[in-house]
């Protein structure tokens, strides 16, 4: 079965998406824009055909003194010939009244003068007419007045504005199609300049040299940054494994290099006082290896990612538990383990318990193996302005000021060790900086050694505040 691939967004979709509402309004606006260009033209060029039917009328009534009596019928006709409608007019006289006319124009669209231009005037009362008026002195009578007026209706205008508009939507539609693929092409071209950082990632030459160079266009250069800081970080993290995994190699090398000079000397001498301490050596270079591998491994658990996720910890009821946990051991070596700290469901922090546990374990291994028989060890818990502090202080022979500024450094250890790998306190270290907390290192009051884990302090469950009313 082959897996189904995860549905990915397209950019060219998504452009699509968000272009296509200004897209939309902006064809709009262009077929209003048009339509009421072609209205704007179609009115100009009827109004020009308007008045020049008033003026020839005018010219008729001057030329043809016999039209002033009464107009032919073909005369009419013509007059009210429209070859998309139908015309109206009226031609009055003020000495014979009503020449010829099919219908009575308003007064207010007629001319106030004799003999001025042709006034065009609009009118919405019935009809919604548009009209062209003209009054005059006929040759045939100068001392009478003659108005003209010839009116149609805005139906033809609109039908030419609609037509027009009709041709231009074609062209508009054609235009976003146009666009559609100019956008396709415009998001293919700029991807295309990806393409040698493409090649740069697969070749891996991030790994050898910074991808931020001149070449990357400016638009991606925060991800050819941000790659190049993973790619680094990631380096570092690499060189820091590489170096530890070589230290825990030297480190196990020498007990097994023990161990075996060990037993070729019990093979080669088989005499048992020789024997003997030969397996005793044996005994403690296995031990040893042992608690090498046991702290490696601590190292990684508490290292890992995939560790549990921190949760609210009452610690003033877990410490003194791990800390009893281990009174049987400090019996065994000689060690007065203590435990000094507030009631339960007092002290509380943001942790993952199982790494808090190891690294409670390897203070009070440290306290148990470097302190030593006859001494006392004393883990003390106590929260202060948000930060929460667990101390352990004995009061054995300590480390002196150089050594104290090296503890926690990883296979770090005084004069020997004692046996130990050098790992417990690089595990505390690891514990608390992965809870945003710190180790700080003292000499303790009674010389011993002091280590001190500071860790923020989380809410108690629940918690009112107290300092309210
Ligand atoms: N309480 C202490 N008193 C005196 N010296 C100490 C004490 N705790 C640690 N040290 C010194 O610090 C060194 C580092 O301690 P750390 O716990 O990291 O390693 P370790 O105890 O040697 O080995 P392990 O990994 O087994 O714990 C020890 O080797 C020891 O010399
Ligand atoms: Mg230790």
Known sequence: MNERAPRRTSLYRSLLVYLSVPLTVLALIAALVTYEMARYYANRAHDAELIEQVDSVVKLMDTQPETFRAFSPQALFLIQYDPDGFQFYSITSARKGVI????????????ATVNEPVKLSTIRAERHLRLASRSFHPKVDPGDTVMVTVAESFTDRRRWAQR???LTIPTLLLMVVGLIFVIRSGIDTGLKRLDPLITRLRRGDALHKPLLDADVPSEVAPLAGTIDTLVSSLREALAVQSRFIA??????RTPL????????RALADPRPEVLEDALGHVARLTDRTSRIAEQLLSLARVQSVQATLPQRVDLSAIVPEMVGERVPDALRAGVDLGYDGPHPGSVFAMIDAAALHEAIDNLIDNALFHAGRGHAATVSLSQQDGTVQLTMEDDGPGVDDAALARLGERFFQVAGGNGG??????I??????????????????AGGLRVELLLPAAQAPGKVDETAG
């Open 100 to 111: 010829a006319a099919n219908f009575q124009p308003p007064v207010e669209s007629l001319p």
């Open 164 to 166: 027009i508009l009709l």
């Open 247 to 252: 230290d825990a190699a030297h480190q196990l």
């Open 257 to 264: 290099a023990g161990l075996r000079l060990h037993s070729e």
């Open 421 to 426: 790998s050098g790992l417990g306190l690089a």
């Open 428 to 445: 505390v270290e690891e514990v608390l900086s992965r809870h945003d907390g710190r180790v700080r290192y003292a000499r303790g009051g």
